[in-house]
Every structure is written in structure tokens, then in C-alpha cells.
């Protein structure tokens, strides 16, 4: 009898640890697995009767909120201006889950940082509803209007910095999609506009201000120049600028923007043929450089192939393999595999703004708690010192004569000293007699006031714009370029 008793109790104690093994594997191990799963109803209930934080811009406007409602799901997202702001805040959606600073800080909004804890247990104890905390931006409420107005219904991105902290001042992606219409409660609506995102031709959600790359064409000229000033050259250094450059173990022929001429097409002074943009003079300088010059260069300016966050995703700007002195020779002008973000073309004139020191760019200014108290705060930091104090004024000056009397003059303000350069970059497929199907990519980077920077904006539209004339960077984008310049310094009190 003993004997059975014992059995019992044996299976039975089997039978209870096996309980307390199956719990703690379910709610530990697995725990995260089912609570983050997308299907389980009850967490994502339960995070819509929180109040998530604000997204806001530095003055307190906010651009993203959670409003109450009288349906299941308590509190509703809501972005104002929703299309201006997408590429900063992204959305937050029941289906679709969750991009950019939604995506990146959601243990903030949604008030589950750790560093909230002792909130909750306060709101627990108190029975106050809990809420997330604040993400402050350093998006200008001018800067990006302005640019946002400026590209119009034409695709492309503008990205604008202040050169000396780093900070993200405008980001604007176009065109662009409304994340109201992701964060209804309404499930037909949010796959019925979803659904037509994603099937939009113009692709609105792509972020091409920070995660499209391009080819750079004539902007990638202030690297070389860069590179060129190291190696001992001046502004006024006399460089090869032939009317006709045929491109080392090849046949093919690199000829200059509309088969113009270069001074006196044989040479041409450094700083002139920036002014001008000419390609066979880079062209031939880059080879003098060498590959290792010019890719140490890029490196140094952040082009170096790697992604980065800051808090949000920047795809790595590159300037790709270079192979032979033919390859390295369009890639000196910013063709061939070079490809860059709108947001590394911006990050190419700060460096020379700033006097050689390129800072780390930033999009969070503070996080915040829900008293407001501030959890974080975003300090400047130098990512590169890219050249040397003297070295960036040449640039500057350089940069300031493109658009004083060169290709980027539709960049200028009246009473404000402004650096640019343009750029015309080939893209797609080619025809059979070697020129593109479609119209060239239209840049414009640059900075004001040249003599003390406050905003370095890089722009590009997509194509330029439209066919014709208007394909070269000085025509398309420097325009979108000045009016964001100009809303920027006069939001500051800068005339």
C-alpha cells in the first residue's frame, strides 16, 4: 500500500514540475515571442488605452499625438500635417506596425522605457492613467515647410543640417503619403490605403531623404577638391581641362556638360573649374589623385559604404569599387557606382561650413518623460575632422564663387553670402549611341551665410524635374535650395 502511495505521489510531483517547466518556458522563454506576436489582441489592446507621447518639434508644436476616442481602442494617433512630417515620424499603425522615430523610440511613447519604470509604479499605486513619454525633434517648423512648398508635386528629397552641431534642421521626401490614413481603427481603411502606397508608381514611402541613394554627379567635385587642397594644390593651381578626355584603356570619349569648353580647353585654375563644373578637368585630376586619395576622402566626408542611425536608418552613401583609372575618372565626377543619400549631400557642404569638422548628424534633440522631465538630451559630437581649418575657407570660397558667377547663381540671396555647388548625374538605362533614357538626376548642396554658416540643405529632384532645360542642378534644385536657406535664416532673425 505504502508502495502505491509513493507511486502516486512520485507521478504526481511529475506532474507538477512538468507544469511549473511548461509555465516558466511559455512565460519566460517564450514570453517575449507571444507578446510581441502581432496577432496577440490583448497586448496591442492593451497598448491603445495608454496615451502614447507626443512627437514634437523644439518649441513645443507637436506633429504627432494620441487623441481619446469612444471606441475599443482608447487613444487614436493622429499626425498633423501627416504628409510635411512622414519621413521623420513615420507611422503607427494596428496592421502595418511601425517606422521611423514611431518605430525607433517606441519604448519612450509608449511608456515602456525602463527608465519610466518608477512613473508606472507611481501611476500604479496613484491609479493615474498611464501615459508615454515625449520625443523632441530638431526638425525647423520653416525649414521644412519651406522645402516641402518647394518641391511641389515633383519626386526627390530635400535634407537640411546646422553645420556646426549637426542637427537635422528639415527632411522632406516627395511625394510623400499620409500616415493619418495607416492609424485609423479601421482595418478595411488602413489595407485599403496601404494597399495604394504600396502600389503607387511614384512609391511615396519610400524615405528618400534618408534611405534612396543616388548618383551624386558634379556635388561629388567638393570632395575631390578636398582631396586635391591636401595634396598640395591651390585654388589657383592650373589643372588639365582638355575639351575631349578619353577615359584610359578605352575608346570612349568624357566630354563636358553640353560639350561646353574649360577656359581655354587646354588648363583651367582649381577654383574655376569648380565654378563651371568642369568634367574633363576633375575627371583627369581624380586619376592624378589616385584611387586611394579619393576614396580616403570620401570616407572622411562619411561616403564609406556603411549604414548608420541617427536615431533613424541613413543607408551608407558609397562610392563603389573602382577598378581601373577608367572607372576612377567618372567616379572623380560623381558618376559610375557613386551613390549617396540626400542626407550625406547635405553632410558634404556642413563639413566645409564648419571648417573641416563634420558633425554627427542627429534627429532626437531630447526624450522626455510624461512630467516633461528629460530622460535624454542629444549633445553635439564631431563624426569627422575632414580637413583643416584653412583648407575648408579655399572650399568655402570656391563654393561661394559656383554661385556668385557659375552654374548654381539661382541660389543666391540678396544681402546673404551663399557656397553651392550643382550637379547633373546620369541615371537608368542607356541608349544604343551611350546617351540615357531618362533625364539626369538635378542637385544642388550648399550653405549660408557662406561667411558664418547656420544651414548647410542638400537637394535632389529626380530626373530634374522635368525634360528639357531644366535638368541641370543649378536650374531645378538650386531654387528649393535658397527658399529653404532663406525661410531657415529668417526664422532665426538671420537677413
Known amino acids: 500500500m505504502n508502495r502505491q502511495i509513493r507511486r502516486v505521489t512520485l507521478f504526481v510531483g511529475v506532474l507538477l514540475l512538468a507544469v511549473i517547466v511548461n509555465l516558466n518556458w511559455v512565460q519566460v522563454i517564450h514570453g517575449p515571442q507571444y507578446r510581441d506576436n502581432a496577432a496577440n489582441q490583448r497586448v496591442l489592446l492593451d497598448e491603445y488605452k495608454r496615451q502614447r507621447g507626443l512627437i514634437e518639434l523644439q518649441g513645443g508644436t507637436p506633429i504627432a499625438e494620441s487623441v481619446a476616442t469612444k471606441d475599443a481602442l482608447v487613444y487614436l494617433r493622429k499626425y498633423a500635417n501627416g504628409p510635411l512630417y512622414a519621413p521623420v515620424t513615420g507611422y503607427n499603425s494596428l496592421y502595418y506596425g511601425q517606422s521611423q522615430i514611431e518605430s525607433v523610440e517606441d519604448s519612450v511613447l509608449s511608456g515602456n522605457d525602463d527608465r519610466l519604470f518608477v512613473q508606472r509604479l507611481t501611476n500604479l499605486l496613484t491609479g493615474r492613467d498611464p501615459r508615454g513619454g515625449n520625443v523632441v525633434l530638431t526638425i525647423n517648423k520653416q525649414a521644412q515647410a519651406a522645402a516641402y512648398q518647394a518641391m511641389g508635386n515633383r519626386r526627390g528629397a530635400v535634407v537640411a543640417l546646422d553645420p556646426t552641431t549637426g542637427a537635422i534642421l528639415a527632411a522632406v521626401s516627395t511625394p510623400s503619403y499620409d500616415p493619418n490614413k495607416l492609424s485609423s481603427h479601421s482595418a478595411d481603411s488602413i489595407k485599403k490605403a496601404y494597399d495604394s502606397y504600396i502600389n503607387d508608381k511614384a512609391n511615396p514611402m519610400a524615405n528618400r531623404a534618408f534611405t534612396e541613394t543616388y548618383p551624386p554627379g558634379s556635388v561629388f567635385k567638393v570632395v575631390v577638391s578636398a582631396a586635391a587642397l591636401k595634396a598640395?594644390?591651390?585654388p589657383t593651381s592650373r589643372i588639365p581641362a582638355v575639351n575631349a578626355l578619353t577615359l584610359p584603356g578605352t575608346t570612349t570619349q568624357l566630354r563636358n556638360f553640353g560639350g561646353e569648353q574649360c577656359a581655354d580647353g587646354k588648363t583651367d585654375t582649381l577654383s574655376h573649374a569648380l565654378q563651371i563644373s568642369c568634367n574633363t578637368a576633375f575627371a583627369q585630376l581624380g586619376m592624378d589623385l589616385g584611387t586611394t586619395a579619393i576614396r580616403n576622402e570620401a570616407a572622411l566626408f562619411g561616403i564609406d559604404d556603411n549604414d548608420f542611425t541617427m536615431p533613424v536608418r541613413v543607408a551608407g552613401s558609397t562610392i563603389g569599387p573602382v577598378v581601373d583609372q577608367a572607372s576612377l575618372a567618372q567616379t572623380s565626377i560623381g558618376q559610375r557606382d557613386v551613390r549617396i543619400t540626400p542626407l550625406q549631400g547635405a553632410m558634404i557642404a556642413a563639413a566645409v561650413a564648419n571648417k573641416g569638422d563634420l558633425k554627427t548628424p542627429y534627429?532626437?534633440?531630447?526624450?522626455?518623460?510624461?512630467?516633461?522631465?528629460?530622460?535624454?538630451?542629444?549633445?553635439?559630437?564631431?563624426?569627422?575632422?575632414?580637413?583643416?581649418?584653412?583648407?575648408?575657407?579655399?572650399?568655402?570660397?570656391?563654393?561661394?564663387?559656383?554661385?556668385?558667377?557659375?552654374?548654381?547663381?539661382?541660389?543666391?540671396?540678396?544681402?546673404?553670402?551663399?557656397?553651392?555647388?550643382?550637379?547633373?548625374?546620369?541615371?537608368?538605362?542607356?541608349?544604343?549611341?551611350?546617351?540615357?533614357?531618362?533625364?539626369?538626376?538635378?542637385?544642388?548642396?550648399?550653405?549660408?551665410?557662406?561667411?558664418?554658416?547656420?544651414?548647410?540643405?542638400?537637394?535632389i529632384i529626380e530626373n530634374g524635374g522635368v525634360a528639357g532645360n531644366e535638368t541641370t542642378g543649378g536650374l531645378a534644385a538650386a531654387p528649393v535650395a535658397k527658399a529653404v536657406m532663406q525661410a531657415y535664416l529668417t526664422s532665426i532673425g538671420v537677413k
Open 232 to 234: 598640395g594644390k591651390t
Open 363 to 459: 534627429l532626437v534633440a531630447e526624450e522626455q518623460g510624461p512630467n516633461l522631465a528629460t530622460l535624454s538630451h542629444t549633445d553635439p559630437s564631431t563624426l569627422h575632422q575632414v580637413m583643416d581649418a584653412s583648407q575648408a575657407d579655399q572650399l568655402n570660397q570656391m563654393m561661394q564663387n559656383v554661385v556668385n558667377n557659375g552654374t548654381g547663381t539661382a541660389a543666391q540671396i540678396p544681402g546673404i553670402k551663399v557656397a553651392g555647388k550643382t550637379g547633373t548625374a546620369d541615371n537608368g538605362p542607356q541608349k544604343a549611341d551611350g546617351t540615357y533614357v531618362n533625364p539626369p538626376h538635378a542637385w544642388f548642396s550648399g550653405f549660408a551665410p557662406a561667411d558664418n554658416p547656420k544651414i548647410a540643405v542638400a537637394v
